[in-house]
């Protein structure tokens, strides 16, 4: 039986019928710890407990060991951009390329201009965070219904992707509105926001494609080329903070730009192994006061536990959010080389959670940190500000490949490049706390 394999297979069926890790346990007898192992790969559970598990999830034992089962994945994926992006043509080169690569690609269609073509427009209502609180709970029902549907297919990959996410109607909206649409629908921007497993944006062509931007194809598009560019940076600016945002500037040609959007989507899927590219840099600590004012900045807390694990792997945990609104993951890391290391990480709910930190490892101190996410001229920053330091911070600057040069924005005082010392690693600072710099 292969461990991982086997817990992601009983992780995705008990998940399906909705049960809890502890729900399970009852279920069968044996604890919510048990479970827990199981699923993580940490042990194996008996012969006698296999029938009971395949009684409980409702499938056969062969069904339970089914290690075709095991690599099933559906992954949540938004598109999005802004006015004449190419976000149309870009679903075409979606389903073609994902289809050949063994994927059931399912599309979730834009759910505004199904509003606005059926008849119920923003323009129409006496208020217009009316129609955003209609557009976004729509929005939500849709995807329930497409990912519920999408849980009953067959296949062993499937790309659920939506045309544009719940989290797009922010840049339409002015912020009072805002919190009375998430008030009304009793959620939050992070729910909203990270409930997605990658977003991937498209600039518009007004910024970098001049020549090319045009409203003939889209009768219901009026914006001028400066209000798309306007409206480009809200859009980016309310997915900032996403752990997984990509944007996909006009640097290249059409093509290249729709090929670029491929490999960043392979690349996320692990097509063939998820890979990240990433540059760490030590920073003087910036100014907060002003980092916050920056539009396209989004603030995140952060607590990172370290689990016990094997020597040739890093595993944690994750709390991430704002204003007590938090979403869980579990990570898994295996290093590759330099700046580059593969990278398996699930959602976990809050009862999971809370379980996975009773095996943190005692060796570890549990970071906390505050992110800043930054989104600027087609980049994506993290500054990391640890409690610990008063006058140092880490950025990290992730890229397409290791060939793709860093551009560092002005207000960042690079101290120096501090990528693949072993020092300045989330783990190494957990265990020994961070190094003194030169010179101090």
């Known amino acids: 039986m292969n461990d991982y394999h086997f817990g992601n297979r009983l992780l995705c069926l008990r998940e399906k019928l909705g049960l809890s890790q502890g729900q399970l346990g009852k279920l069968i007898g044996v604890s919510n710890k048990s479970i827990s192992k199981w699923e993580t790969g940490a042990a194996k559970p008996g012969v006698d407990t296999l029938s009971k598990l395949a009684l409980a999830l409702q499938v056969s034992v062969d069904e339970l060991m089914q290690p075709a089962a095991a690599g099933r994945q559906i992954s949540r994926i938004v598109i999005t951009g802004g006015p004449c992006a190419g976000k149309t043509t870009a679903l075409s080169w979606i389903q073609n390329a ?25 323009w129409l209502c006496t208020e217009g965070k009316h129609f955003q609180t209609g557009l976004i709970r729509l929005q939500l029902a849709k ?86 560019t306007a409206l480009d940076d809200k859009l980016i600016a309310a ?18 730009k729709m090929l670029r959007l491929i490999a960043e989507i392979s690349s996320f899927l692990g097509e063939p192994e998820p890979m990240e590219v990433e540059r760490k840099f030590l920073i003087q600590k910036p100014n907060l006061r002003k980092l916050e004012q920056l539009p396209a900045c989004t603030r995140v807390n952060i607590v990172q536990t370290y689990l016990k694990s094997t020597a040739d792997e890093e595993v944690r945990v994750r709390q991430r959010g704002s204003d007590r609104h938090f979403i869980y993951f579990k990570t898994i890391k295996r290093a590759v080389s330099r700046g580059k290391r593969v990278e398996v990480e699930t959602r976990l709910n809050q009862e999971e959670y809370l379980q ?39 950025l990290e600057v992730e890229l397409r490949d290791e060939h793709q040069p860093v551009s560092i924005p002005k207000m960042f005082k690079v101290i ?8 300045y690693l989330n783990r190494s600072i957990a265990k020994h706390g961070f190094p003194e710099v030169e010179g101090k």
């Open 416 to 423: 120096r490049e501090v990528t693949g010392e072993e020092a």
């Open 239 to 256: 997915w900032t903070g996403h752990p997984h945002l990509r944007i996909i500037d006009n640097s290249t040609d059409f093509n290249k």
């Open 356 to 394: 996975h930190l009773m095996q943190a490892d005692p060796q570890y101190r549990q970071i906390q940190k505050t992110r800043y996410c930054l989104s600027r001229n087609g980049t994506y920053y993290e500054i990391d500000i640890y409690p610990q330091l008063d006058d140092r911070a880490i």
């Open 98 to 122: 994902f289809s050949e690569k063994g994927y059931q690609v399912v599309f979730v269609p834009e759910t505004a201009t199904e509003l606005i073509s059926g008849g119920a427009a923003p």
């Open 143 to 228: 995807e329930e219904a497409f990912a519920y549907i999408a849980g009953k297919m067959s296949a062993g990959k499937i790309l659920l992707v939506m045309d544009r996410g719940a989290l797009d109607n922010k840049a339409y909206m002015s912020p009072l509105d805002f919190q009375y649409v998430m008030q009304t629908l009793g959620t939050n921007e992070v729910a909203l926001r990270d409930h997605y497993d990658a977003v991937f944006h498209l600039v518009t062509a007004a910024r970098g494609a001049e020549e090319f931007y045009t409203l003939a194809n889209n009768q219901a598009r009026t914006e001028t080329p400066e209000q798309a």
